[in-house]
């Protein structure tokens, strides 16, 4: 079983978009139709699989999701009260959502008399397709993100702006105990130098500076500018 927290995330939203899009297929009417997806996927697996993967997104990219796994909502059914910008969504969390479902489906099949094709494809097609898509694009920057990465000697110019200043901190930041940060390869300017996450390595910094906001953020435009793929 994978346990990248990413690739637990993009199954899990894959496996509720496809039980949710089944869902709804039953209720469409002919001729429309979402691509049919996995026929045995569970919306149960999905939103467990998101669950556990949140701890770790959270502390490796901070700031991205909110820290109440009630916010967290992957998915959606669309407009199903027939208002535009006014869809549905589920929750990571269990409480409820099989008798939001349910009543969803019931109101669909009430509208399935009275509204157009135009209708089904505003209201509800359209709506969840971006929506998935939308959440799924998420996901993919923060894969794309750890691609590049910033040496401990980055970090240090970035505090004291300093060559000499920043080659003393690199040595008291290695041996404090606060460095958790998994490298990913080697720096293409020095071979000697390791290539850490952006993400990762300004958890590590917050923990052993205790940073302020405004600080952090001039760190990150920082270590933003000098981020390069590893050797």
């Known amino acids: 079983m994978n346990s990248d927290p990413i690739s637990i995330a993009v199954e899990a939203q894959k496996e509720g978009f496809a039980y949710i899009t089944n869902l709804l297929n039953g209720v469409l009417p002919k001729g429309i139709r979402f691509e049919e997806g996995n026929e045995n996927a569970s919306l149960d697996n999905a939103m467990y699989r998101m669950r556990q993967a949140l701890p770790a997104l959270r502390t490796i990219y901070p700031g991205v999701f909110p820290p109440d796994d009630r916010m967290i909502h992957p998915w959606t059914l669309g407009c199903v009260n027939g208002v535009i910008d006014d869809a549905i969504y589920v929750c990571v969390v269990r409480d409820h959502v099989h008798d939001q479902l349910n009543e969803a489906i019931l109101i669909l099949t009430s509208c399935s008399q009275k509204w157009t ?14 929506y998935q898509k939308s959440q799924m694009n998420i996901i993919i920057r923060l894969e794309e993100s750890t691609e590049n990465g910033v040496s401990l000697f980055d970090c240090g110019m970035a505090i004291e702006q300093d060559m000499d200043c920043a080659r003393g901190w690199v040595n008291r930041f290695s041996s404090s105990g606060k460095l958790k940060a998994t490298p990913i390869g080697r720096c293409p300017n020095d071979a000697r130098a390791r290539l850490y996450r952006l993400p990762e390595i300004l958890r590590d910094l917050d923990n052993f500076l205790s940073l302020s906001v405004r600080e952090k953020a001039r760190i990150r435009v920082h270590l933003e500018r000098v981020k390069r793929p590893p050797k």
């Open 117 to 130: 094709r135009k209708d089904w494809i505003e209201h509800i097609v359209e709506p969840v397709q971006n």
